[in-house]
């Protein structure tokens, strides 16, 4: 089957503006990730969801930042005002279960690269 | 905070050799760790899966083991192959399904 997707798979954008990332998870997939890849570094947690709710956005930088889920799939990552230190790779993952499913491996999209000017 | 750290320097080593790669991790006692494969511009692909009360787990080429009295994981690739060559990352538990990364440790492996 499909694996996950994700796009745009490049963005660039002005400092100031809104971007929208979507993400497709693995059909049948409850849980949903994302994650933000800087350049040279690890993988920052974002916000987790679980269906359509979020149990942890700890993860998001500022209010700025913002996530929903509809139907228990897609998934959309919104950031409003853009500034430059928001350009990275964001990564979407997905897994089999959620809370009770510690040791689901994670299934990850190929990223959305954002460069805001 | 918990923290989870890898060596930053890439790893150069020859083809046949055992690479081994090291994740360190501080202030927390992770129910398992998890090693992904990253190559570049693609996200990252899971590898193994090693649980707290498990000293090593093998697949293949692969063997991850996890010390929770020195707080690290070491990540064995025996008979390396150039097409091993990549970005190795870890990650650990941090509640819920939340993994927290290691920044990789890139591999080369030459002919």
């Known amino acids: 089957g499909a694996g996950v997707s994700q796009s745009p798979s490049n963005k660039v954008t002005e400092k100031g503006k809104d971007v929208e990332l979507r993400c497709d998870p693995i059909s049948g997939h409850t849980a949903l990730y994302w994650y933000r890849q800087s350049l040279g570094q690890g993988l920052e947690f974002l916000i987790y969801?679980?269906?359509?709710?979020?149990?942890?956005k700890s993860g998001l930088p500022s209010d700025r930042f913002s996530a929903e889920r509809t139907g228990g799939s897609v998934s959309t990552l919104t950031i409003q005002r853009t500034q430059q230190e928001d350009s990275a790779v964001y990564l979407c993952?997905?897994?089999?279960?959620?809370?009770?499913?510690?040791?689901?491996?994670?299934?990850f999209g190929p990223g959305t690269r954002l460069t805001v000017l | 905070s918990q923290k989870i750290e890898q060596n930053s320097e890439a790893l150069n080593i020859q083809e046949g050799k055992t690479a081994t790669l090291t994740c360190n991790y501080t202030n927390y006692s992770p129910a398992y760790l998890q090693w992904y494969r990253q190559d570049p511009g693609r996200g990252p692909v899971f590898l193994l899966l090693i649980r707290e009360n498990e000293k090593e787990k093998r697949k293949e080429r692969l063997k991850v083991t996890f010390d929770t009295t020195l707080k690290q994981s070491l990540f064995h690739i025996t008979a390396s192959q150039p097409a091993d060559s990549a970005t190795y990352l870890c990650a650990f538990s941090g509640g819920y399904n939340k993994l927290i990364f290691g920044a990789g440790t890139r591999l080369a492996v030459h002919p």
């Open positions: 993952a997905s897994s089999r279960t959620g809370t009770g499913g510690l040791y689901n491996e994670q299934f």
């Open positions: 969801f679980q269906g359509n709710s979020a149990p942890d």
